[in-house]
């Protein structure tokens, strides 16, 4: 900023030479004062090109900063909000805010910013240069800037409003296009690929239309301030013309008028430039500014509990323990008591909807309940979440990859690198040995965004690996194994079972096979517990779970028949 000045400066004052210079060649003076004047040209043009550069190097190399701190302050916040509003956004409406609306903000405050007062220091000091040689040509020069600052403002609230449209088209585009990416195996497998094109072609006009009744707004503005350039050259010829003829002004003068007159209205159809970026700037940062308000519920305590990871031993127990979603008509879990100890394992069952996998959730506090869950006896609102789930390694109904080599996806959240060996040792637990053999690349094979080229059951298993290599004290498994037929689950869970030796072990599952061995089994029915128990308590106390366990076991006799 203080740059800016200097380079204003520098711009006047070759000007006023150059016109001192006409006016004395006019006069027939001798043409000694060239050379010393040439010379002093020179050395003003050189400090004004080396500030003009440092202006634009340190403006804009701001605004790079402030776009990769605010870029990470967006993913940080949202890392930090809970998953019910993960849920209810679109990934693509996020995703443009983190980078479209990032980058119509910096170009504001980088480049935009320059022009501003770049035009708010040339401008008057060369009004009020031009005033001291002729007060009437600078009115009449004048006047046509008051019509381009009338005409902004009477068309930047409609820039506003047409750039808030142009936006948000945006952000549908990059929804549709990140949804029909994201699930290329269902377009195809239902063949709507003509449909999801229709999708996006209807969504990229909704975005031309935006765009072009944009356009007409920034055209009006444009149109306005080239008009204003035009017309004020006229009054300058005229009158300065008139006035050189009579000899009131010098030719030298007249100069001054045309070539700060040229100068003066770059910075003002820059500013009409400005006038078109600001309202999507101001868009954008009210779209950024609402992400940045979002608060979440599921905060660190002020003063934490101090309990090391390496302390933790494992015991879960629930109080009362009930949860409704937002908006939901009724709780998804209610009235849940159970005690877990330290190194033992809990089986969570029952149909869909019963609410097992809210129930896990709670665990790690991804849903805040009501009621009481604790951790080794402390509630994990006392526990930092670094800590709580620190001690947690939670395996998702709906297995996720990262788009990265197999190796990273095992070493994800391990808390040291892993060697070779004790990758093995994780894969083998996971009976995923015979499949990464197979891999091209090894270990360090890439597997795809979401693990695409991997199966559903190798998946599941691939984030079970991922899991144990945690070296979790709770180790959580959401339905886990529903993709794995029953021969792999069988050797998978002896597995399970060394793996989870000194460690408390949670599973919820749909078929009741893969919790019998279980040293306590919860059977939730509507959110509430319809029977808790081992397996053969459970045969007795509950009918439902008689029932499915006759039928799941009579299906795998005919599979193996």
């Known amino acids: 900023?203080?740059?800016?000045?200097?380079?204003?400066?520098?711009?006047?004052?070759?000007?006023?030479?150059?016109?001192?210079?006409?006016?004395?060649?006019?006069?027939r003076e001798g043409p000694e004062f060239l050379e010393q004047l040439v010379g002093l040209i020179l050395l003003i043009a050189a400090v004004q090109g080396i500030f003009r550069f440092l202006q634009r190097w340190w403006i804009v190399g701001v605004s790079r900063r402030f776009e990769i701190e605010l870029k990470q302050e967006l993913f940080d916040k949202l890392c930090g909000l809970p998953l019910d509003f993960h849920d209810k956004s679109r990934s693509?409406?996020?995703?443009?805010?983190?980078?479209?609306?990032?980058?119509?903000?910096?170009?504001?405050?980088?480049?935009?910013?320059?022009?501003?007062?770049?035009?708010?220091?040339?401008?008057?000091?060369?009004?009020?240069?031009?005033?001291?040689i002729s007060p009437v040509v600078t009115?009449?020069?004048?006047?046509?800037?008051?019509?381009?600052?009338?005409?902004?403002?009477?068309?930047?609230?409609?820039?506003?409003?047409?750039?808030?449209?142009?936006?948000?088209?945006?952000?549908?585009?990059?929804?549709?296009?990140l949804e029909s990416f994201s699930g290329a195996r269902v377009v195809k497998g239902y063949g709507l690929e003509r449909h999801e094109s229709r999708r996006f072609e209807d969504a990229s006009r909704q975005n031309r239309e935006a765009q072009i009744h944009f356009s007409k707004a920034r055209g009006l503005m444009h149109a306005a301030i080239h008009l204003a350039y035009d017309l004020a050259f006229l009054p300058v010829l005229f009158v300065g013309g008139w006035a050189m003829i009579d000899r009131s002004i010098a030719v030298g003068d007249?100069?001054?008028?045309?070539?700060?007159?040229?100068?003066?209205?770059?910075?003002?159809i820059a500013l009409g430039w400005i006038g078109g970026l600001y309202p999507r700037a101001l868009a954008s940062a009210e779209r950024i500014q609402a992400l940045l308000s979002e608060t979440s519920h599921i905060q660190d305590p002020p003063d934490p509990v101090p309990l090391d990871a390496e302390g933790i031993e494992g015991e879960l127990s629930l109080s009362n323990v009930s949860y409704r979603y937002p908006g939901a008509p009724g709780p998804a879990v209610e009235g849940v008591h159970a005690r877990v100890p330290a190194k033992s394992v809990l089986g969570i069952v029952g149909p869909t909807g019963s609410g097992k996998t809210t129930l896990l959730n709670l665990l790690g506090r991804l849903c805040d309940p009501n009621g009481e869950v604790r951790l080794d006896g402390i509630p994990p609102r006392q526990l930092s979440l670094a800590t709580l789930r620190g001690a947690l390694a939670y395996v998702p109904q709906d297995s996720f990859l990262f788009s990265d080599t197999y190796r990273a996806n095992i070493e994800f959240g391990a808390e040291e690198e892993l060697t070779d060996e004790r990758l093995a040792e994780f894969?083998?637990?996971?009976?995923?040995?015979?499949?990464?053999?197979?891999f091209r690349g090894g270990l360090d094979q890439l597997i795809g965004e979401r693990g695409v080229t991997l199966s559903g059951g190798q998946r599941q298993r691939s984030c079970i690996a991922r899991a144990l290599a945690r070296d979790p004290k709770v180790l959580i498994?959401?339905?886990?194994?529903?993709?794995?037929?029953?021969?792999?689950?069988?050797?998978?869970?002896?597995?399970?079972?060394r793996a989870g030796e000194g460690r408390t072990v949670v599973i919820a599952a749909h078929r009741l096979g893969t919790v019998k061995d279980a040293d306590q089994i919860i059977a939730l029915k509507n959110g509430r517990v319809d029977a808790q128990g081992t397996h053969e308590e459970?045969?007795?106390?509950?009918?439902w779970y008689r029932e499915t366990w006759d039928r799941q076991r009579m299906q795998k006799e005919l599979e193996d028949l």
Not at 141 to 165: D, E, I, N, Q
């Open 427 to 438: 894969i083998q637990a996971a009976e995923m040995t015979a499949e990464t053999a197979q």
């Open 538 to 543: 459970l045969l007795e106390r509950s009918d």
């Open 254 to 268: 007249l100069f001054k008028f045309i070539d700060l007159g040229f100068k003066v209205f770059w910075p003002v």
């Open 477 to 497: 498994l959401d339905d886990a194994l529903s993709a794995v037929d029953t021969e792999t689950e069988a050797q998978l869970l002896q597995n399970l079972r």
């Open 139 to 177: 009115l009449a020069m004048a006047l046509p800037l008051l019509g381009v600052a009338l005409a902004m403002g009477f068309l930047t609230p409609r820039l506003h409003s047409r750039s808030t449209a142009v936006q948000e088209s945006l952000a549908e585009i990059s929804h549709r296009a």
């Open 92 to 132: 693509g409406d996020i995703v443009s805010r983190l980078t479209a609306d990032v980058e119509n903000v910096r170009m504001l405050l980088g480049p935009g910013s320059m022009y501003v007062l770049s035009a708010l220091v040339f401008v008057p000091g060369s009004l009020f240069v031009l005033w001291r």
């Open 1 to 27: 900023m203080a740059c800016i000045p200097v380079v204003t400066l520098c711009d006047i004052r070759i000007t006023l030479w150059f016109g001192d210079a006409l006016t004395r060649l006019q006069a």
